[in-house]
Nanobody, 131 residues
Framework: QVQLVESGGGSVQARGSLRLSCLGY????????MGWFRQASGKEREGVAG?????????????YYTDSAKGRFTISRDNAKNTLYLQMDSLKPEDTGMYYC???????????????????WGQGTQVTVSS
């Protein structure tokens, strides 16, 4: 069982920055895909960024981003601290939403952004960006 706990959300003005953290142990000798998702009010949960985690992964540390996140967000993981990060810069009002981290014991690949493929989820942390 993987337990994930997010933190770091808050309120910020447009063009500001936030760093989200997700504490959670995954068996790093295996192969995991971890990701950040967000859900705006009244909308579907959508992928933001993903990363290959675990020694079983070819291309360990390879990252994925949606077009809206490219160049502004950076996903990373510190295995020693069992923590996944999402550095968010140049934030926009449309980035507002609840942010969730997720993990699945499988290959990332082109399906990394599909939420139904993830077995483990955190409780979420709210990000609000004002104009």
């Amino acid at each position: 069982q993987v337990q994930l706990v997010e933190s770091g959300g808050g309120s910020v003005q447009a063009r500001g920055s936030l760093r989200l953290s997700c504490l959670g142990y995954v068996y790093t000798y295996s192969r995991y895909c971890m990701g950040w998702f967000r859900q705006a009010s009244g909308k579907e949960r959508e992928g933001v960024a993903g990363i290959k985690v675990g020694l079983g992964n070819v291309g360990l540390g390879y990252t994925y981003y949606t077009d809206s996140a490219k160049g502004r967000f950076t996903i990373s993981r510190d295995n020693a601290k069992n923590t996944l990060y999402l550095q968010m810069d140049s934030l926009k009002p449309e980035d507002t939403g609840m942010y969730y981290c997720a993990a699945r014991p499988a290959y990332c690949g082109s399906s990394w952004y599909i939420k139904d493929g993830y077995a483990y989820w955190g409780q979420g942390t709210q990000v609000t960006v004002s104009s």
